[in-house]
């Protein structure tokens, strides 16, 4: 079974690569701030993080011990089917090395356990995965089970996963009089069959290659970089630049600002996407107020607006995500942008624009009010973004809210908040 939950971020314990002292980071932490020595670092996962679980002592584990692999997705997932859309929020783990007879998933154990990098500091021996990213969302779809019958109500036309994250979770194993126990609370979890041996043998030879550690500096003019803990951009006040960890470095992002009037201003970022859509014919705003049949009546400057899908850039519930997309593409801003850091708050940016991009469709099947008429073209339609910027736009705060007048738009904090930890 796929488990289908909510959790709040796990905790990670980790050294400090500089002092060595012991940091405790949430697991949608980017920056690495270590409170004895005071250094501040990006850390680059690679392809994915890689965590093990462990006791609180980790000389409990011998050099013999086997640590086995579980994929963990955590994400939302999106589906057009029949005339409606169905979101919702997936925190799945799956067996990574099917050849052995173990159970599908960790349940809810890393959420009860201490979760570490997987380092070479950790004995025992890491055994390599049989199942690759592709086939594990594959097999995820299949056990949620997305209906794609046709001729019927249920129709699938669109699926997207969208904000995911994955990671390798190792769990340890010990072997004993022909069984398979669990190496934490050393109970039987499967006998031995033959065979299984080739499984337990194939040790990862890629286990310590990707994770690397980045100073926090402006590589333009050496400054300290800002942000928060979980944001994926960060800025730098001196030379109002704007980066994003890029492999082994640190990638320069195009940014733009709305300007905004007053000192209570927050300031929310958005990724303004420019795409070549082909199967419809939607370049201008004009085009989509009659693709998707909005109660509007054209007028013809319309004509001349080049359409533009506005995405958040942050994490918050999936229906609040389709709300806040489809009234910013349907409001379509028009206004000039600074680049020119605020000094504003400014929330931290969490969805990448790859992400952001895998939400186009989405969106615009959420705008459509033909869906009946539409949903049929989405298996037909191509949206490639040919031009992305991050804008950030000002909303006005009051106690529980902020608000967007222009867009009509009122997103409550707490909702921000909790997108933090998706």
């Known amino acids: 079974m796929v488990e289908n939950f909510i959790n709040n971020s796990w905790s990670i314990q980790c050294q400090c690569p500089q002092c060595s002292a012991p940091v405790t980071l949430e697991e949608t932490d980017r920056i690495l701030a270590c409170p004895f020595c005071k250094v501040k670092l990006f850390f680059s996962p690679g392809e994915y993080v890689r965590y093990c679980l462990c006791l609180p002592e980790t000389e409990a584990f011998s050099d013999e011990s086997l640590f086995i692999p579980y994929w963990r997705f955590k994400g939302m997932v999106f589906t057009c089917q029949g005339h409606e859309i169905k979101k919702e929020i997936v925190d799945a783990t799956i067996l990574a090395l099917q050849k052995l007879p173990l159970s599908a998933s960790l349940g809810l154990r890393p959420q009860a356990m201490q979760l570490k990098f997987v380092t070479p500091d950790i004995k025992g021996k890491f055994l390599a995965h049989d199942m690759s990213e592709s086939n594990m969302l594959l097999q995820m779809e299949d056990r949620l089970k997305f209906p794609e019958t046709t001729g019927t109500a249920l129709e699938l036309f669109h699926k997207a996963c969208i904000g995911e994250t ?179 708050p400014l929330h931290p940016v969490t969805l990448p624009a790859t992400e952001a991009q895998e939400c186009l469709k989405i969106v615009l099947a959420d705008i459509t009010v033909a869906k009946k008429r539409v949903f049929p073209l989405l298996k037909d339609i191509e949206v490639n973004p040919i031009e992305t910027l991050l804008v950030y736009v000002p909303f006005t705060p009051d106690r529980d809210d902020l608000s967007y007048p222009q867009a009509r738009l009122i997103i409550p904090r707490n909702a921000l908040k909790y997108g933090r930890n998706l």
């Open 166 to 344: 994955m990671s390798m979770i190792y769990t340890p194993i010990l072997i004993e009089k022909g069984a398979i126990l669990d190496g934490i609370l050393k109970r039987p979890l499967a006998a031995l069959r033959p065979g299984d041996m080739d499984a337990l043998s194939a040790y990862d030879q890629t286990l310590y290659q990707g994770m690397q550690f980045i100073p926090a500096l402006c590589p333009n003019c050496g400054w300290n970089l800002d942000g928060e803990r979980d944001s994926i951009i960060f800025g730098c006040s001196n030379c109002s630049s704007a980066w994003q960890v890029s492999g082994s470095g640190l990638k320069r992002v195009d940014f733009g600002v709305i300007s905004g009037k007053g000192d209570n201003i927050i300031y929310l970022p958005f990724w303004r996407i420019k795409a070549q859509i082909d199967g419809v014919q939607l370049k201008s705003y004009a085009d989509l107020v009659r693709l998707a049949n909005l109660p509007k009546a054209i007028q013809k400057q319309w004509e001349d607006i080049r359409f533009s899908f506005w995405v958040p850039a942050f994490k918050v519930h999936p229906d609040l995500l389709l709300r806040i997309g489809r009234f910013m593409t349907v409001a379509q801003p028009q206004d000039d942008v600074a680049d020119c850091l605020p000094k504003n």
